[in-house]
Structures are given as C-alpha cells and as structure tokens.
C-alpha cells in the first residue's frame, strides 16, 4: 500500500514512501512548509478544545451541566494533589473526606499524574481553573500526540494524520466523556505507548526501549487505568495478528520480547505497591456492583448521534444510553457505513483487518450481559455475561468498551485517507475526481457528528462561612464538618466547598468509591457509590428525594446522635437547596439545636452532642 517515491511530486509535504497501514516506522522529512503544517494542525486542535469547553471559559461561575458530581469530585482530586506536594499527604489514601474511614484514592480517580505537576495552577487559581486546563488541554494533547505519532511513525502524512488525530480526540464519545471525565478525554499517553511499543523491535535497543515503554505505561496508570487495560489488549491482539501473518515481523521478535520483560519488570516494579493499596488497602473494593456492570452499549446507538453532536439531541440520545457521560458507540449511520467501506477497500491489509476484528470485539463485548435494542431487552446474551465476573473485568464498565473503538476508527480514516492520496497522486489524470469523491465522503460521514460547545449550568458561589475558614474552630480535635444534604453521587456540592479550602476541611461521607461492608452486601465489599448508608443519611436523602421530613421518634434522634458521633461531627452546615427549610426542620427536630444563619449557610454547633 506505500507508493513509489517517484509517484509523489517534488515538494510534497509528506514522504513518499512513507509507512503505510503496515506499519512500517519512517520519519516525515523536515522542511519549512512541513512545520507551518504541523503547527497549523496543532492551532486546529487548540481551536477544536476551547470550542468544546469555551462555555466553561467564559462563564466562571459555571460547571458542565450534565455531570457536576464528577466535576466537583476532581475539582477535589486537584486539590488532593495540590496537598500531597504541600503538605507531603500520603497520596493513595485521603481521610479529608468520609469522616473517619477515609478513601481509597487508588481505587478512585486520583488521576496524580496530572493533579501532581499542575500544584502550581490549583494553588494560583483554584482547583476549578485546574480542572478545566485538565479538561481542555487534555483533550488538544490527545490530537496533538496522536498527530505527531501517526504523521511520523504510522501513516507519514501530515493530512491524513490531522484527520485521525483529529477524530481521536473529538469524535462523539470523547465530548461526551467532557462532561466531567477529563482523565477519560486525556489520552495523550496512549499513542505514546503505541509508538514506545512499535519501537521495541529495534535491534539491539531492547533495554532502552523497554525503559520508555515501562515509564509512559506508569504515567498512564496514575491517570486511568481502564484505558491502559484497554490499550494493552488492543495492541496484544493487533500484534499477535501481524506477528501471525507477517515473516518480518517474526524476525525481531527476539528484541521485542527482551524490550516488553524489561517494560513489564519496571512497570510492575513501580506500579506493585500503588496497586496493592488500590486492591488490598484500607477501604479497597471487590469489582463493581452489578447494577454498574449492567451499564452497556445498545445495538441502536451505534448508527445514533450523541447529544454533543451536530446531528444529535438530547431526546432521541437519552433512551440508548445510561447518562450524558456515557455516549461511547454514538457514531451515526453515514459513518458506519464508511468505515466499514473503507475495511473493505483495505482488506489487503493485515492491520486493517487486525483493528477491524477489534473494533467489533469490543463493540460485542461494550453490548453488555444482555444484548439491547432501542432501549429494550432482546433476550439474547452477550459473550460479557460470561466475563464480567472474572477479576479486573469486573471492574471494567462495559460500555466504555466501545469508548475504545473511536481510536480504531481514527486509524482507519487517517488509512483511507493516505490511500486515496496515493491514488491521487499516482494518477493524475483523475486526480481533481478523486479528491472531490474523498472529501465528499469524509463530509457526509464526519459533518453530522462535529461536536457542539458543552451545555453548562450556573452554580451557587461557595458560602462565605467556607471561604472565610469560619468552619476551622468546630473542627479541631479531628471533627468533621457534616453538609446537609449530605454528599453522594447526587449531590457533591461539599467537595467543591473542601476543595476551596485545599482539603482543609474535612467532609463526613462523600463522593466515591468504596467497598460496601454491609452484612447483606453480594458479594462482599462489592463497590459502593459513597459511603455505606446510615439511618441519619438515609434521613435527609429522602427529605432531599421528596421534599418532605420523615417521622421524627425518639429511637430517629438516638440515632442521629450516633451517626454524628460516629462522623466526629463538630459542626453541621445548610447551604442553598430547593428543600432548604425541610432539611433545616429535620436537623432541628433530630437534635433540639437551633441553627444560626452566618456566611450564606445554616449552622448547627453539635460539639455538645458528640464530645
């Protein structure tokens, strides 16, 4: 599929005899007109990034308006690692939330290859600026790395490169994962470890190569560990392909598999004690409940379009998939129909056919237990239903399965793309006919999924009583602050307020995961959204559901006492809620405190109820 140098015009901007969907690794050649395209590439990916967020931006009172937990959960991430620098904290584990257990925050999205480095920015201007450089800069260093290592090392056409790489990093399931998922839209470590690990075959390199691969493989796993599983098998099966039905590949076998112990010994050398804690530390869990595993892809959604893009809406996105965050296989029609066009134009190729199978394997495997259709059970099970129990897999969330395939898709266009450029140029005479048939085909494919600015909502600011550290008295001696409602996936509120204050303020139950110790659980310490209910929190959840206070009884008051005792409560606080003077009657009633109103929240000091 290479084509002769003398097929390509003098001057051109690519190379070419460049490496072709085969594979071959050979460098762009430098020129000047070469770096204006490189940079005007990365510029439309800037573009591309603050088009996406620019609501965010613009508004500084705003959060994504479809996933403000998640939002405030990293808003909270970001000051965590703010304070491992600042207050050398013990990374992996965090008592500044769930009061007195504490969180896992291995087994959590601690993303500390990002919080880490970007201390400076949560420090300057607050763990909300961090968050959206995260999202934001994640998303433009996604396309850039992808550019650079399909234009230098897979493809070797600046073209064809921009317009995988531009897929990669904005195709629908990635807008849709911006939505308060920037560890998810942060993927620019995995075409690293693609190029690390294509280059493991060098001869005599083994050693040093083995070394970059085990570096990039760590950066990834302290920014999403489901991402590098899904990585690791994408390039186990696309290699075990060309290594089958590829003699050349065979050859370096020896250095590659020298070079990937090497990168398996340090990766597992670094990573051994980080995931012993997030498997066998305090507050570790046992793989996800069921009711998330259920979380699959329907068969519709993938000739769908998502909300976030031009085509879509919300109406007709809502019914396939579980929430706005999760839109992985929201591809639309006119591109289904092209990609599997292109696999079939490509179909000599062994690494086209090999990223073909994977998409569909992990198209089956994103369907579920069960396989659905229109927003309704078939009664025909998927090949999941016989993984999900197994360990690690029943960690995995089987829709982002097909999250997994828009980087295959990436591929294969930036492969299309390169091989009617070489049809372009190695006739001439139809050269204008090919063009005009490439771009109207990419148009009609890609027009209909170009992502929308994410919607946003406006926020309460944070209460004075927080920012003003007028909550620090009530929390000496190890008490915590209790936040009505309290936090839960819901409502995370709080760790925005804690963030604010860089984790200063410790927050009883939050919003996390962890293992869930009831005696009833099934099985054991299965994963549990926040922490394990108690009658109190049960309390003003339903005043919070309904609006309405639940009987109060004497045993209701006993045990509020308990649970206040119990979270070392020295001060509950009310701030603006729709069911604020319900919530303000309950804590009352259940404690025989009247609360005073002082910097925008309701306070109840409880000290005398828990000392």
């Not at 317009?163 to 849709?176: D, I, K, R, T």
């Not at 001696?477 to 307020?497: F, I, Q």
């Not at 869930?516 to 005043?543: C, E, H, M, Q, Y």
Request: with cysteine.
């Amino acid at each position: 599929m290479t084509t002769p140098e003398s097929d390509v015009p003098s001057g051109s901007d690519g190379p070419a005899a460049a490496p072709s969907a085969e594979g071959a690794s050979r460098a762009v050649r430098p020129s000047r007109r070469g770096k204006w395209a490189d940079l005007a590439a990365v510029l439309s990916f800037v573009v591309l990034g603050f088009w996406v967020t620019g609501r965010l931006w613009l508004d500084p009172g705003s959060d994504v308006r479809d996933n403000q937990s998640d939002q405030s959960q990293f808003e909270w991430m970001m000051a965590h690692g703010a304070r491992v620098v600042t207050h050398f904290a013990y990374p992996f584990h965090s008592n500044q939330m769930n009061v007195p257990d504490g969180v896992n925050l291995m087994a959590n999205t601690s993303v500390l290859s990002i919080s880490l480095p970007m201390t400076p920015i949560t420090l300057l201007f607050g763990p909300r600026a961090s968050f959206l450089v995260f999202l934001t800069v994640g998303m433009i260093a996604t396309a850039t790395a992808w550019y650079f290592v399909l234009s230098r090392v897979l493809i070797g056409s600046r073209g064809p490169a921009w317009l995988g790489a531009g897929f990669c990093a904005f195709a629908p399931a990635m807008v849709s994962h911006a939505n308060g998922h920037p560890n998810i839209v942060s993927q620019f470590v995995v075409p690293l470890i693609i190029w690390r690990t294509l280059r493991l075959g060098e001869p005599g390199r083994w050693l040093r190569n083995g070394v970059l691969l085990a570096l990039v493989i760590v950066w990834q796993a302290f920014l999403n560990l489901e991402i590098l599983l899904m990585t690791a098998i994408g390039l186990g099966v696309v290699i075990g392909v060309l290594a089958v039905g590829r003699a050349d590949i065979r050859s370096r076998a020896r250095s590659f598999l020298a070079g990937l112990a090497v990168a398996a010994g340090i990766a597992a050398l670094l990573l051994a004690y980080p995931l012993y804690v997030q498997f066998f530390g305090p507050d570790a869990y046992s793989g996800l409940s069921r009711l998330i595993r259920g979380y699959s892809s329907d068969l519709a959604s993938f000739v769908a379009y998502s909300r976030e893009s031009l085509a879509g809406n919300a109406r007709t996105a809502a019914g396939l998939a579980k929430n706005p965050t999760e839109e992985n296989s929201f591809f639309g029609w006119a591109l289904v129909v092209l990609v599997i066009a292109l696999v079939w134009w490509l179909r000599r190729s062994i690494v086209v056919l090999a990223l073909a199978g994977l998409g569909l394997l992990f198209a089956v495997l994103s369907l579920g237990r069960e396989v659905r259709f229109n927003n309704r059970g078939t009664g025909v099970p998927g090949p999941w239903a016989a993984l999900e129990n197994l360990p690690i897999l029943h960690s995995v969330v089987p829709t982002r399965w097909a999250l997994a395939i828009t980087p295959i898709i990436g591929l294969l266009l930036a492969y299309g793309a390169e091989r009617a450029r070489e049809l372009a140029y190695a006739h001439p005479v139809a050269r204008g006919q090919i063009r005009f048939v490439t771009a109207t085909m990419l148009t009609m494919a890609l027009l209909p999924i170009v992502p929308t600015p994410l919607p946003v909502a406006r926020l309460d600011p944070i209460p004075t009583f927080v920012t003003s550290g007028a909550w620090r008295p009530y929390v000496s001696g190890g008490r915590s602050v209790v936040t009505l409602p309290l936090p839960d996936t819901t409502y995370a509120e709080p760790l925005r307020w804690s963030a604010s204050t860089r984790l200063d303020m410790p927050l009883a139950r939050g919003y996390f995961l962890g293992p869930d110790t009831r005696p009833n659980a099934d099985p054991p310490k299965v994963a549990l959204f926040g922490a394990v209910p108690r009658p109190t929190s049960n309390f003003f959840a339903t005043i919070r559901r309904t609006g309405a206070v639940p009987p109060i009884t004497p045993q209701s008051r006993v045990r509020a006492v308990d649970d206040l005792r119990y979270w070392r409560a020295g001060v509950v606080i009310l701030g603006p809620h729709e069911h604020e003077a319900a919530l303000r009657r309950g804590m009352t009633e259940l404690t025989g405190i009247e609360p005073v109103f002082t910097g925008g929240v309701w306070v109840w000091d409880v000290r005398s109820l828990t000392d």
